[in-house]
Nanobody
Framework: QVQLVESGGGLVQPGGSLRLSCAAS????????MGWFRQTPGKQREMVAL???????NYAPSVEGRFTISRDKTKNTVALRMRDLQPEDTAVYYC????????????WGQGTQVTVAS
């Protein structure tokens, strides 16, 4: 199945911005859904943003209007632009890829830490 590698995490002050990127090891053209999830210690992993292979997007209410997900089929990457970051956005962010049909998979990256603190 596809391998996913995230990058772009780090420490940012409240109100700041970051851009996460997820590089796939193969073409993402036939991956139906790609997305970003996040997890903090002791809590379940939660969906942040999803994008379909036709460009439809879905966001968690807590990030709607602040985060933007996009995919670049020419580079096989998915990006998450985050602005107006708040301490509650602190988490490990994971890239996810889901393909349906005859050769399905649900793949995860290793995660990248985002810390929002002054």
């Amino acid at each position: 199945q596809v391998q996913l590698v995230e990058s772009g995490g780090g420490l940012v002050q409240p109100g700041g911005s970051l851009r996460l990127s997820c590089a796939a090891s193969e073409s993402i053209s036939d991956i139906h859904i790609m997305g970003w999830f996040r997890q903090t210690p002791g809590k379940q992993r939660e969906m942040v943003a999803l994008i379909s292979n036709v460009g439809s997007t879905n966001y968690a209410p807590s990030v709607e209007g602040r985060f933007t997900i996009s995919r670049d089929k020419t580079k096989n990457t998915v990006a998450l632009r985050m602005r107006d970051l708040q301490p509650e956005d602190t988490a490990v962010y994971y890239c996810n890829a889901m393909r349906y049909g005859s050769t399905p998979f649900n793949a995860w990256g290793q995660g990248t830490q985002v810390t929002v603190a002054s």
